[in-house]
């Protein structure tokens, strides 16, 4: 028995050695251009959905969730804070969304899709402390209030029942992106009629490619 002891002992050793090696070289690959392996992603998946599931436990939604005023006003964040990453309804895809790793859950689509549990504490959860190694931000950090955080929730479970149509219809109905959070940038003075600020000229480019 102190035999065999001895000799997992000495296995597990030289493995993390040979992982910290490994590791050392720079033989892990973090571009998000390409996939973990299948082993190391059901591993990240199942240690974050148990950490999720119990941080999320005792998140009690309000009880007026529901509420048409909740879920218009969660509409205008939605679309200014999410709709690039999680899409509408009718988006197939997004410029921003394509390059992520790993790929952000289509919102749109009926919850048991693109997530497992579906529960509003759940949601609240992670839209409030965001998720380690992914782009999901804290969005609590950023300053927005649990109040505006149930709005979204409540938005996000009435998403994937909506149309195109309906989504659009949602938004103009809004406030828009409107929460406390941080405080809007003061508005910039545009300098007097010939004032050319030292010489450098200004000029406003598109987004293009």
């Given at each position: ?5 001895l000799g ?5 050793g ?7 090696g490994?590791?050392?070289a720079g033989g ?8 973990h392996?299948?082993?190391?992603t ?11 599931t ?8 309000p009880?007026?969730l ?16 999410c709709v690039?990453?999680h899409l509408?309804?009718?988006a197939?895809d997004s410029e921003i969304?394509?390059?992520l ?9 009926p ?5 497992a549990?579906g ?6 959860w992670?839209?409030?402390h965001?998720i380690k190694?992914?782009?999901m931000p804290?969005?609590a950090k ?6 505006a ?7 996000i479970?009435v998403l ?6 309906e ?5 103009a ?12 940038e003061?508005?910039?003075q ?14 406003h480019h598109?987004?293009?490619?």
């Amino acid at each position: 028995m102190k035999e065999f002891l001895l000799g997992a002992a000495s296995v597990i050793g030289l493995g993390a050695v040979a992982g910290f090696g490994f590791v050392q070289a720079g033989g892990l690959d973090f571009a998000a251009d390409t996939a973990h392996s299948d082993g190391l992603t059901k591993l990240i998946i199942w240690a974050r959905e148990q950490s999720i599931t119990k941080q999320a436990n005792d998140v009690v939604p309000p009880a007026d969730l529901a509420a048409a005023e909740r879920i218009r006003r969660g509409a205008g964040n939605y679309e200014a804070m999410c709709v690039g990453c999680h899409l509408s309804p009718g988006a197939e895809d997004s410029e921003i969304r394509k390059g992520l790793y790993p790929v952000p859950p289509n919102l749109s689509l009926p919850a048991s899709a693109t997530d497992a549990s579906g529960s509003d504490g759940r949601r609240f959860w992670i839209i409030k402390h965001g998720i380690k190694g992914s782009a999901m931000p804290a969005w609590a950090k950023g300053g927005m209030d649990d109040e505006a955080i149930w709005d979204l929730t409540a938005f996000i479970k009435v998403l994937p029942k909506l149309s195109a149509n309906e989504y659009q219809a949602s938004v103009a109905a809004s406030e828009g992106h409107s929460h406390a959070g941080m405080a809007p940038e003061p508005s910039v003075q545009e300098p007097a009629p010939g004032h050319n600020h030292e010489g450098h000229a200004h000029s406003h480019h598109k987004h293009s490619h």
